[in-house]
């Protein structure tokens, strides 16, 4: 049965550090299942940068939707995040929120029914107001709605302000 921890925050809040020290805790190789989309030769030389800092105990994973492919029972694995997971998912489908929602609660659902620790991040987005381009109220609603989604599952739930974790759940 999975145990799912799930953690938020703003960006540059400390969430991917509390989550990667938190993985280094349970496991002494823990699997880092990066899920961003390469767009271009920077952000591949960015992807191969955080590969390399991770160093060798983490068995690095791109993925970029099909997270439920892999066969991770066992193992502590580190999600992240969330945020760039939907985006891939919000433009292969047109923007089309409830078609990206229902696609990725179908990989989730298949992702958590594996025997394994998971350590899911993700961005909390909605806090500062509703965005005035339509594109971006949109992402703003979908990430909102999987963030719910995957807390409600999860056996923990942290918040991370300014580098400072909160226990929520």
Same mark, same amino acid.
């Given at each position: 049965?999975?145990?799912? =921890?799930?953690?938020?925050?703003?960006?540059?809040? #400390? $969430? /991917? /550090?509390?989550?990667?020290?938190?993985?280094?805790?349970?496991?002494?190789?823990?699997?880092?299942?990066?899920?961003?989309?390469?767009?271009?030769?920077?952000? @591949?030389?960015? =992807?191969?940068?955080?590969?390399?800092?991770?160093?060798?105990?983490?068995?690095?994973?791109?993925?970029? @939707?099909?997270?439920? @492919?892999?066969?991770?029972?066992?193992? /502590?694995?580190?999600?992240?995040?969330?945020?760039?997971?939907?985006?891939? +998912?919000? +433009?292969?489908?047109?923007?089309?929120?409830?078609?990206? =929602?229902?696609?990725?609660?179908?990989?989730?659902?298949?992702?958590?029914?594996?025997?394994?620790?998971?350590?899911?991040?993700?961005?909390?987005? #909605?806090?500062?107001?509703?965005?005035?381009?339509?594109?971006? +109220?949109?992402?703003?609603?979908?990430?909102?709605?999987?963030?719910?989604?995957?807390? $409600?599952?999860?056996?923990?739930?942290?918040? /991370?302000?300014? #580098?400072?974790?909160?226990?929520?759940?």
């Amino acid at each position: 049965m999975a145990k799912i =921890i799930y953690i938020s925050g703003g960006q540059k809040s #400390g $969430k /991917t /550090t509390f989550a990667q020290d938190m993985a280094l805790q349970l496991s002494d190789n823990p699997v880092y299942l990066a899920t961003s989309r390469v767009w271009d030769e920077d952000h @591949k030389k960015r =992807i191969e940068r955080h590969q390399a800092d991770r160093g060798s105990e983490w068995t690095n994973i791109e993925e970029e @939707k099909y997270l439920s @492919k892999h066969k991770l029972n066992g193992r /502590t694995v580190l999600v992240d995040c969330i945020t760039l997971w939907m985006t891939n +998912f919000f +433009f292969d489908n047109e923007q089309d929120v409830d078609k990206s =929602i229902n696609e990725a609660q179908k990989e989730l659902t298949n992702l958590f029914k594996q025997d394994a620790t998971f350590i899911v991040v993700s961005n909390e987005i #909605g806090m500062g107001g509703s965005p005035a381009d339509k594109m971006a +109220f949109r992402f703003t609603d979908m990430l909102g709605l999987m963030n719910q989604f995957i807390a $409600k599952q999860a056996d923990e739930v942290y918040l /991370t302000v300014s #580098g400072i974790p909160v226990k929520i759940k």
